[in-house]
């Protein structure tokens, strides 16, 4: 399945503007925001792009947290004054949905790079896992068990110069593995993919995201 | 080269979107990029405007150099190889780099054909001053187009020409009827599939940044305006007074393109820009190197 690369030129679903709450906020400040806005478009649910502190309003209950470079993310996430904002959702306990740079903006432990940012999934992940482009794949698996309330058979999993997880802490389950290494982690209301959901036209997770 | 490959180089210029991609010499300069959020680096011997001014013969970079800047950076690293020099791309492949960029700033290697990149399992990046050159690049299996603009000029007059043309010719693509596209396709001397392509989704297949010229916070934000998907920077930034905050401030600028207010703050004090030469005192002309 091969998925369009998307241009956004606007800033927010047709139905956010007016929207009192029900609104997901997708980080963009860098990497591929737009591909998450056109899987909630598919979906039918209310977006709004996060560029600055002030697009964080109380119409957001949920956030996503793009692919992209995670040392630009963050480094934006700080410039833009949207780390506060964001970092509160999460400690409150509302869905945040992270792929790739964002299951490592979510990560507690870095075991190849000294910064951490949101520190809120309790795991140890490592940047670049796979290897340089040469070794960015796809593959097929599972996300969590079968009787799980939220099982996923056979999601396609794609992954671009991907972290894997090191390490998991008590708080929060692997739900999907490749060659033996944790790629998907539930904690409660935090969901976190080393691989690109948004890249497959599988809207699954995001609909599991969405039922949070 | 499989189709499963094709969408995995796709993708990584996907994730590199909105991002500023910025020319590197030494692994410290690499590392100033970084720490400012370059999304990437090029890394090269010597940067557009001193090829430009050395004159003679520009090469690939010594694998040596490019290998000591990947030791020093964990974000992607990109090389240029010269247009049509497939044994150049070969060797870059095999230090396993994360991105080439078959570029007109180096001297070309080949004056007709272009390097086969369908054969190759490593993404490539090509310039385009037009529709036409960026879907014949994409139909030889480039995963990522940029505007030529005129490298190492500090210039950026080439590359709002080459982004406006891009964008018209898209636009007018879209506007034809379904029949009238073969005789686009024809006009434009493009595979049929890719016009098509166009025509139906309104945009190039693949990830469109800018280069060429952009050396200001400025200039970053005005070709977000036009369209790119983010911002290659060659000479603009180490050919300045202050390169790791002028660095830092193309960045946010091209995060934050439409915050005329923050563009008002990041433009303040950013000490000397780089000299520039205006397109009309120039004698290569870079961009017209491969059709």
């Not at chain 1, 977006?47 to 002030?54: D, G, I, P, T, V």
Request: aromatic residues 6%; contains cysteine; negative net charge.
């Amino acid at each position: 399945m091969v998925v369009a690369v998307q241009y956004i030129s606007k800033e927010e679903s047709d139905d956010a503007e007016t929207a009192k709450h029900g609104v997901t906020g997708i980080l963009a400040v860098q990497g591929a925001f737009a591909e998450h806005a056109a899987v909630l478009d598919k979906l039918g649910a209310p977006w709004k792009l996060l560029r600055a502190a002030s697009d964080f309003d109380a119409s957001i209950d949920r956030v996503i947290l793009p692919g992209g470079e995670s040392t630009t993310q963050g480094k934006l996430l700080r410039s833009t004054g949207l780390f506060a904002p964001i970092a509160e959702h999460i400690a409150a306990g509302k869905p945040v949905f992270g792929t790739c740079a964002g299951m490592i903006l979510l990560a507690s432990r870095l075991d190849n790079d000294p910064n951490v940012y949101f520190g809120a999934l309790d795991a140890t992940v490592r940047r670049n896992a796979y290897g340089r482009q040469l070794g960015s794949f796809a593959a097929t698996a599972d996300f969590g068990r079968p009787g799980d309330a939220d099982y996923l058979p056979d999601l396609p999993l794609v992954f671009i110069r991907g972290p894997y997880v090191v390490s998991v802490g008590p708080k929060a389950d692997v739900k999907t593995t490749v060659d033996g290494h944790p790629v998907a982690l539930r904690q409660g209301n935090i969901l976190a993919t080393a691989f690109h959901p948004e890249l497959t036209g599988d809207t699954r997770l995001h609909e599991l995201f969405l039922s949070l | 080269m499989t189709q499963n490959r094709a969408e995995l180089n796709r993708n990584l210029a996907q994730m590199l979107k909105g991002g500023v991609i910025m020319d590197v010499t030494t692994p410290e300069q690499a590392k100033i990029a970084q720490d400012a959020g370059a999304c990437a680096v090029m890394a090269l011997e010597r940067i557009p405007a001193d090829i430009r001014a050395a004159g003679g013969v520009s090469r690939m970079s010594d694998p040596a150099m490019i290998k000591g800047i990947q030791a020093a950076v964990s974000i992607p690293v990109m090389a240029k190889v010269r247009i049509g020099h497939i044994a150049e791309a070969r060797i870059l492949q095999a230090i396993d780099i994360d991105y080439i960029d078959e570029s007109e700033v180096l001297s070309p290697a080949d004056d007709v054909y272009h390097i086969d990149k369908n054969q190759f399992d490593v993404p490539f990046v090509c310039g385009a001053k037009n529709l036409g050159e960026a879907l014949r690049r994409i139909a030889e299996g480039a995963a990522m187009i940029r505007t030529k603009g005129e490298p190492g000029t500090g210039d950026v007059i080439q590359a709002v020409r080459h982004m406006r043309t891009m964008t018209k010719q898209i636009h007018e693509l879209t506007a034809l009827r379904d029949d009238e596209v073969y005789e686009a396709a024809k006009q434009l001397a493009v595979p049929y599939d890719l016009a098509k392509y166009v025509h139906d989704n309104g945009r190039l297949p693949v990830v469109n940044f800018a280069a060429g010229g952009v050396a200001t916070p400025a200039d970053a934000a005005l070709m977000m305006e036009l369209g790119a998907e983010g911002v290659f920077v060659g000479s603009g930034i180490f050919k300045s007074g202050d390169p790791a905050k002028r660095a830092a401030a193309i960045v946010q600028a091209t995060a934050n393109w439409q915050d005329a207010d923050l563009l008002a703050k990041l433009s303040e004090n950013l000490g000397e820009a780089m000299v520039g030469i205006n397109e009309d005192e120039i004698q290569t002309i870079m961009a017209a190197r491969g059709e």
